[in-house]
């Protein structure tokens, strides 16, 4: 009698874990490594630290960055988003996006990328959320690596690593909270809970400078996020939050 051998698991294939690799080092398509590496580790057994508001700039402070790309009203020094933002959903490749008049985004380019958000907490978290679904989009991931990271080294490794490869993972999830770490009106640290299809939930972290009149993702020199996905085991920290609420 033979045992069945056992089942292997998808997200550890060569091709999914090549896909998931590029997918990470551009950030902006996370979700990937979301799935194959951050829900197969132990979920964080820590106690959760609330998020907390940075203290406003005084009023006399000039804000560094330049002024909205496509001239969305609104900005704040400080806030932390505790009552979610009105938004419609639409997918973008294979993840629900938000957006609205209000938050962004503003404007959508030639390629079909959703740019402009508005510099608040809330424009920052719908920016994040817009460029990780950007990611999961083979035809959007050689315009967002271009745009959305910061200037410095790690954007150009974005852009290089986006010129050698040409595919997105096609791995499904969405949105279902988030919490805003911090937030000063130049940068924001945006923790967005996701759920895998296998119900599992993951936290992954967009640290976001306001830079030539929108939100851009930080990387580090080498292209990649400077706080890697983690698995979580509930949502009790977040705000609950997404295409299906």
Not at 23 to 30: P, T
Not at 38 to 44: D, E, Q, T, V, Y
Not at 129 to 156: C, F, H, I, M, Q
Request: net charge negative; charged share 20%; proline share 9%.
């Amino acid at each position: 009698m033979t045992d069945n051998p056992p089942e292997r698991n998808p997200f550890t294939r060569p091709g999914f874990v090549v896909a998931a690799a590029f997918i990470a080092l551009i950030v902006v398509g996370a979700i990937v490594l979301l799935a194959s590496g951050a829900l197969n580790r132990p979920a964080s057994s820590q106690t959760p630290t609330p998020p907390t508001a940075t203290p406003a700039a005084s009023p006399e402070a000039e804000l560094s960055g330049g002024d909205s790309v496509c001239g969305l009203d609104g900005v704040a020094t400080t806030g932390t988003a505790e009552t979610p933002p009105q938004v419609e959903w639409t997918t973008v490749g294979n993840f629900p996006v938000p957006g609205s008049d209000k938050v962004g985004p503003g404007e959508t380019t030639e390629d079909g990328l959703r740019t402009c958000y508005q510099r608040t907490p809330e424009g920052a978290l719908v920016a994040a959320v817009n460029y990780l679904g950007a990611g999961t989009d083979a035809r959007l991931v050689g315009p967002v690596s271009e745009y959305a990271p910061a200037e410095g080294p790690g954007r150009k490794a974005a852009i290089e690593s986006a010129r050698e490869h040409s595919g997105a993972g096609s791995v499904r999830a969405q949105v279902v909270g988030y919490q805003v770490l911090n937030y000063d009106g130049t940068a924001a640290k945006i923790d967005l809970a996701l759920q895998a299809e296998t119900g599992k939930y993951s936290s992954f972290v967009y640290d976001l400078i306001w830079e030539d009149g929108d939100w851009r993702i930080v990387l580090t020199d080498e292209g990649t996020a400077p706080t890697q996905p983690s698995q979580i085991v509930g949502l009790d920290r977040y705000v609950q939050w997404g295409a299906g609420s």
